[in-house]
């Protein structure tokens, strides 16, 4: 199985601070990597997938790159509402797995 | 807009079968262009995924569970299930159903439900 490593684990930080989230596989998988938005409750959210495409209503503060093995996911400009567990996953092969979140805590 | 509801009988005891049910509304599940799956979360192994079904019954399985697992699919009642059997503690988790565009069983997951806890206990 391809293993995904995100770091931080968490974080914390305060309304309008620009954040990065870092994932990397385990090997190369070109740009299958997705991110998710997780709050306890709530349907889990795409945020983007082909490590860069915003998907449709998700606003333009989250931003991805990356390709290969090493990938980020941004926030600039951090809103109350972003507070909140993000996931990478690679949909390069099956299985397909998912990075151990980071959760990103108020200051 | 497509919603995924899951729904299940509650606790299951150790060496049970967990069977979860996800109903689609707003969208078919017959369509030739998605997969329908199911992904766990529990605090040791964070986010699995399972396995998925196509319109089909054509299905892939994460190979940690395969030997367990059966995931089938309804589609006059559009709804797919989850069977696993001889159940642990570890299976303790939250079971979302979740739906992959595009037609790839390797795909990100554009829908999710909200998820059910299962507790599996004496």
């Known amino acids: 199985d391809i293993q995904m490593t995100q770091s931080p684990s968490s974080l914390s930080a305060s309304v309008g601070d620009r954040v990065t989230i870092t994932c990397r596989a385990s090997q190369n998988i070109k740009n299958y990597l997705n991110w998710y938005q997780l709050k306890k409750g709530e349907a889990p959210k795409v945020l983007i997938s082909g490590a860069t495409n915003l998907q449709s209503g998700v606003p333009f503060r989250f931003s991805g790159s990356g390709s290969g093995t090493d990938f980020t996911l941004t926030i600039s400009g951090l809103q109350p509402e972003d507070f909140a567990t993000y996931y990478c996953q690679q949909s390069y092969t099956i299985p397909v797995t998912f990075g151990g979140g980071t959760k990103v805590e108020i200051k | 807009q497509l919603q995924l509801q899951e729904s299940g009988p509650g606790p299951v005891r150790p060496s049970e079968t967990l069977s979860l049910t996800c109903t689609a509304s707003?969208?078919?599940?017959?369509?030739?262009?998605?997969?329908w799956g199911w992904i766990r979360q529990s605090p040791g192994l964070g986010l699995e995924w399972i396995g998925s079904i196509y319109y089909s019954g054509s299905a892939r399985y994460n190979p940690s569970l395969r030997s367990r697992v059966t995931i089938s699919i309804d589609t006059s009642n559009n709804q797919f299930s989850l069977n696993l059997n001889s159940v642990t503690a570890a299976d303790t988790a939250v079971y979302f159903c979740v739906r992959s565009p595009g037609g790839l069983i390797a795909a990100h997951f554009d829908y999710w439900g909200r998820g059910a806890l299962v507790t599996v206990s004496s």
């Open positions: 707003g969208g078919s599940i017959s369509s030739n262009s998605y997969f």
